[in-house]
């Protein structure tokens, strides 16, 4: 059975990410490297979207830019400017199609449905697939999202809607995204944070279509592509190997509060890729303490007090935008840390250390 240099299991997201870096920085012209990813055909499965806070290697694969976004709760609406970071959305479809065609270029890349194809036992492992452990802390990120083309001029295509809380919440919390691509095109996604099996929220059409007909008052629209999935609001666990190292989700590269991942596996991918030739001694790359701290005690708040969690996300939003996304992206001083910190109810955090 053929051996290689580097294995990276799964191609999804990190993968490819991590090999595109690798190949574009030229780490593969004397290494081999295998794939294993059994899916037997790639399309577009998921827009990535994120505030660019950082350079990446998809400007081409980004289908829209916005700098300007909207938070809603009842009766309220903040609007906020993103100038300095701009929101953008990448397509998936393109992502898979510029690595895979590039990929190809290289001989010494080569793509196999499983582990079994192949011998391991002397290669470097990049693995994506996470081990989810049942009885792990079971809070998630579920949504499901559709895109709509309407017959006429509809939406503000200059401005999205980061959460309009504005909505349903069922002892849980709900919030309803909205991304404009035109004026007659748009993404709408309902999204919940609640257990990982919870049924009760999973009426996903009905809720898209109440949201689209009752609340923005558009009748004549067609659903032209979904999106369902949902993001572990937790670390998968993973046992410690010489040899391997965890990317993507399964690498904890999701920040927990918020489920962004995509800027921190371009991240990560750098990183691995600067430090390749001596991979087995680097040290671990992992999104600070500190946001991981702080995100574990909003998750503990979360938990326990779904209800206050909309006013929670106003307020936040209430800081200077610039501040709050980088708090969110994990590019905050302390100050800026500090003034978010300040925007929350104290006493319910600090209770939140105990629980
Ligand atoms: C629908 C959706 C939308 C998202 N939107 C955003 C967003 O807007 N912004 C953001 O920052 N993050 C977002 N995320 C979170 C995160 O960016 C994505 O989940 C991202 O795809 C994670 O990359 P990954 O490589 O860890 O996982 P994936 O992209 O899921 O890749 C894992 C790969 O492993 C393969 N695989 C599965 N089992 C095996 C196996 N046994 N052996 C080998 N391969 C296997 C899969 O086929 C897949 O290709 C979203 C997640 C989902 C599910």
Redesign the pocket.
């Known amino acids: 059975m053929r051996e290689f240099d580097y294995i990276i299991?799964?191609?999804?997201?990190?993968?490819l990410s991590l090999a595109y870096e690798l190949e574009i920085n030229e780490k593969l012209k004397n290494k081999t490297l295998a794939i294993?990813?059994?899916?037997t055909e790639y399309k577009k499965?998921?827009?990535?979207?994120?505030w660019k806070v950082a350079n990446h290697n998809f400007e081409d694969c980004v289908k829209k830019s916005w700098e300007n976004f909207t938070v809603n709760i009842a009766k309220k609406t903040n609007h906020l400017e993103c100038v300095d970071y701009p929101y953008q959305?990448v397509d998936s479809g393109l992502f898979y199609e510029k690595i895979n065609t590039k990929l190809k270029e290289n001989k010494n890349i080569s793509i196999f449905k499983?582990?079994s194809e192949i011998n391991s036992k002397n290669s470097f492992i990049f693995n994506?697939?996470?081990s989810i452990k049942k009885d792990h802390r079971n809070l998630w990120q579920h949504?499901y999202g559709v895109e709509i083309e309407t017959q006429n001029n509809f939406f503000d295509d200059k401005i999205f809607n980061l959460m309009d809380f504005d909505c349903d919440q069922r002892e849980s919390v709900h919030f309803f995204y909205t991304l404009p691509y035109s004026k007659t095109s748009a993404l709408i996604e309902t999204t919940w944070l609640s257990k990982m099996n919870d049924d009760s929220k999973k009426d996903y059409d009905t809720q898209i279509k109440d949201y689209i007909e009752n609340h923005l008052k558009l009748k004549n629209y067609k659903i032209t592509y979904k999106?369902?999935?949902?993001?572990p609001l937790f670390y998968p666990a993973y046992e410690i190997e010489k040899n391997k190292i965890n990317?993507?989700?399964?690498?904890g590269?999701?920040r927990l509060s918020t489920?962004?991942?995509?800027?921190n596996?371009q991240e990560h991918s750098k990183y691995i890729c600067n430090n390749i030739e001596n991979i087995s001694k680097t040290k671990k790359f992992e999104i600070s303490k500190k946001y991981q701290f702080l995100d574990d005690i909003f998750l503990r708040v979360l938990e326990k007090h779904p209800e206050k969690m909309p006013d929670i996300f106003f307020e936040m939003f209430k800081s200077s935008p610039k501040t709050v996304i980088k708090f969110l992206s994990n590019k905050s001083n302390f100050f800026e840390d500090s003034s978010i910190i300040f925007k929350m109810p104290k006493i319910t955090f600090i209770k939140a250390l105990f629980y």
């Open positions: 299991i799964g191609g999804g997201c990190a993968g294993i990813e059994p899916r499965d998921k827009t990535w979207s994120f959305s499983n582990m994506s697939v996470p949504f999106e369902e999935g949902k993001i990317i993507g989700t399964a690498g590269m999701t489920g962004y991942t995509f800027l596996i």
